[in-house]
């Protein structure tokens, strides 16, 4: 009943052109686990079913790119915004070392299955628990388009100082031309090149989820 009245309220406003503020993404983020589990971290429009699937296609279409920048002498990987680890532990094997995944929602981090090689962190937005310059890779996945200012620039500056001189970052970021969702920012790709301009990022790939295109890209920090 007391939906029933906020849906009401709800499309009266928006009517009436009044927008009710987004939820913080932290805030989103933990009920958007909470209602779907590991599917909430895809673009809803797929099934749970799909999952498995979906997560497939994703490496097949990322790893490959990853495996050309790589030089062979990465030996720490940071997931940023890992959710429930669906790359994480590939990309410690990947690397043949260890990776960290880190991610302000503990639910995924609940989600995310043990590895010997892989350490799940919670962290605070915009701040990244690890030494300057200790990661040879930092992996960024459908993470950014979350996040808005200031914690936009805080993470990237984090991601700045934890990656080594010489350490790849690679970018995978919903780049569609359509309006921004309460929950995410669909940012052109000069946009995050922008947003890290000491790696001089690449635009290496781009492929199509349920439409919407996904691009990637990679570069190295100078
Ligand atoms: C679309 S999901 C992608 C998760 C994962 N990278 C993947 O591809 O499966 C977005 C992720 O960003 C995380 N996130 C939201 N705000 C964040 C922040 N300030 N710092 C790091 N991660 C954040 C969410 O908790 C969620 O796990």
Redesign the pocket.
Known sequence: MQSLARRVIGRCLHRLGVRRPAPA??AY??ER?RAHGPR???NLGHAESEYEAV?MA?KRELFPHLARCLTGQERVAL?????????TADLADRIKGRAIG????LA?LDMAAPHERVEYRP?D??RIDLADGSVDLVW????L???REP?LSR?AAEIARVLRTGGLLFV?ENTSEQPDAPHWTFRPVAEYQRLFPWAALRHIHDYRDLGERISVLAGRKS
């Open positions: 993404p932290l983020w933990t686990a909430s971290v895809l997560t994703q997931d940023f915004g890992c959710g429930p680890g669906r790359f880190v991610d302000v929602v995924y962290m937005p915009g960024v996945c459908l993470v388009g979350a996040l914690v993470s995978v």
